[in-house]
């Protein structure tokens, strides 16, 4: 899965019109985000306004900035791009990050370590040439996890290729006696 951020930008001569032109933005972005299956968790961050001015001849107001931000959950990595295009679709000109996450990251880790313990064990018994061992110590070793989708973005053809893999290891140090 992932989390998908992004910031909504309206500038207007008059506050009202910059803050109503963002939330008509965003209302259209929770319709057409609501209607697919793969999305959840559409969170509004936060939302502000302030003055822009122009310094160049003095101090002069040039208009008001709303400054809109939420995120939303891709349950489908596979529906990554389409989310986004719906964005761009209702005028959201600024994506700011997608954030890979595996969505049991525990139950799925636990799984690799286990598959490491065994995989200690079985070598163990091939190098001492028995079956009867025991394990004494297991030391679990620090691995770092992580997304493909930049080494593949400057490895491949450098597209967006938001389907990427996150790789998954587990390390362990496994003492017998």
Do not use: W
Not at 60 to 82: C, K, M, P, R
Not at 83 to 110: A, F, P, T, W
Not at 161 to 169: L, V, Y
């Amino acid at each position: 899965m992932a989390t998908v951020s992004a910031t909504i930008n309206q500038v207007d001569l008059e506050l009202d019109v910059a803050k109503d032109k963002t939330f008509e933005i965003y209302n259209s972005v929770k319709s057409e985000l609501s209607a697919s299956e793969h999305i959840s968790k559409l969170n509004l961050l936060y939302f502000s306004t302030y003055p822009n001015f122009d310094y160049t001849n003095g101090k002069t107001l040039t208009g008001y900035n709303a400054s809109l931000s939420f995120e939303y959950q891709v349950d489908d990595i596979s529906q990554i791009q389409s989310s986004i295009d719906s964005l761009i679709k209702c005028g959201v000109k600024n994506v700011s990050s997608v954030n890979y996450q595996v969505r049991d990251y525990e139950s799925e880790y636990n799984k690799l370590l286990q598959s490491a313990i065994e995989n200690a064990t079985e070598k163990a018994k091939l190098i001492l040439g028995t079956e009867n061992i025991k394990i004494k110590n297991i030391v679990e070793q620090e691995t770092y996890n992580s997304c493909y989708m930049y080494k593949s973005y400057f490895e491949c053809d450098g597209s967006n290729n938001f389907d990427s893999q996150i790789e998954i290891s587990a390390k362990v140090k496994v003492v017998f006696e």
